[in-house]
């Protein structure tokens, strides 16, 4: 995989001052700006960074454009979301004079402050910076994953519940239809309800960006758009490299982290700014004087310790300051990951849609000493150690109205059926849920639930005609 | 004998004024010696910021005795690293930009 140019994992080039303080570009003016060890003057900065993103832009056009490209900007109007329209814009423009590839840009934004229970929506701001560019805008609320419309049959509208533990079935059944009579709980009501009994950090962060990659890739669908910027910079990307993978999610990391994949089939994601530090996007936006707007997180005013992410930021940025190649030595090193041949690409996770390992329940108790889920004693036929335990004892279900789907495989005379979604979970997810007696979940986790029980089932039925790839090899 | 008083403009931002009352920008006078005999410099003028402006978790804005990483700084526009960092001397009408770059301020 290394070849020769690449420059090895070194950490021993401890900060030099730079004495001289001329631009190394054009060799003639005062520097004003140290970026990792080469000092620039302002000019030839904003150069070098532009230059840096028309490259990456170049690659994605010849490797993957279709003609007559509708695409979509995810903008949270944070700094490198912000820096990001403007150069995405200012290649879009000249495009669309000359009639090329992107026929029309939308830009979306996602609110979170319902997370946080605020009042003032981030929508109106967001917009205000868009209209200074020619793209379209759509504006929504992280709570909007629990509408209708956001599903691939758009009539899936249903409050789902998952009960992991049985005993509370009949609680489950109350409030179940409580629910239903109940029309006004609104979806904001959902998604708090859904964090509220979620009790670390490391997983409500989790959650949330799932869902808002969820409704990200969902919208674009909606609006016709093949691919979806993100802008994630280097810095970013390193932070998750490490974070990912200590939180069990390696084997998705590459879809996470690549410059671009097509991982969502009919949604490219690119990340343009993978190959800037947060340095200088911070200096970009200042020289020019954009407005960026404020997204809290849920690490905000918190320690170090508050969450996985939190902790590798402050590591990875700590690092940086005196080794100044850390963020681009881990994310040119993570850069080279491809997902694994052993992943089978049907298998997707209902809830962050990322691919999991076949046999993951296997799996999950062969390496972890969690026991998931938690409520072991509720069962009479599984008094066994942890690690014997197995889904069977108490099955992660969601349930569902009958009314909303109209393919439901056993009707039932309840008005719910409950889908299992324990083997259709990765292993970070089933990490999530552990401690989680009753959730709700947005209806798309249900629905693909649904329709990889399916294809679990179709392919259980058919096994024994199936040749297996061990005796193509013999 | 009292030192004379410099007029220092600071703003605070990319999330950073949620530890000083969402107060983006603010005009001070310090002593131009807060450190005598010496002149005022960052590191001086980043530790009275602390005990006088900061009013919550002033951990998310230092750490040790400099800025926690992930905040840069912009002394009249020039990235502090090539102004000497703590080093700088403060001088009468700096305009000293204080922006983090981490994630959720
Ligand atoms: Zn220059
Ligand atoms: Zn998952």
Redesign the pocket.
Known sequence: MCSIEDSPIIFDEVKIKPEVKICIKCKTSTATILIRHSTYCKPCFQHVFVGKFRKNMEKYKTSNSKIDEKVMIGLSGGPSSRAMLHLLSEIFSHELSKKQSFTEVWVCHIDENSIFNLKDSTINQVEQIVQKYNSLFIGLRIEDIYSDEFTSNMEFGQVLKISIDKSKQQEFNEFNATIRQNKELSNKEKLQSLLECISNLTSKEDFVW?LKLSLLIQTARKKGCTRLFLGDCSTRLATKIISLTSKGRGSSLPIEILGENNYFGDVIISRPMKDMISKEIGLYNHYLGFETVFIPSLTSLQPSKSSIERLTEDFIVGLERDYPSTVSTIARTGSKLTISNSIDDENR?A????P?RNENKFFQNRITLTKIPSSISTTNDCNTATNNCNDHCNPVTVSCSQSCCSDCIKPTKLDHQNIEINNT??H??RVNMRDINEIFLPPYVAEEAKRQNRRLDLRKNIEEFLIDDIDDDQ | MTQPLIKVNLFFSGGLEILFDNIKQKTVEISSSINPPNQTKMEDLIKWIRENLIKTKPELFMTGNTIRPGILILINDVDWEVEGELEYTIKDGDNIHFLSTLHGG
């Open positions: 799932y996770c809830l962050c849609l990322m999991y979970l990765c970070a997810c």
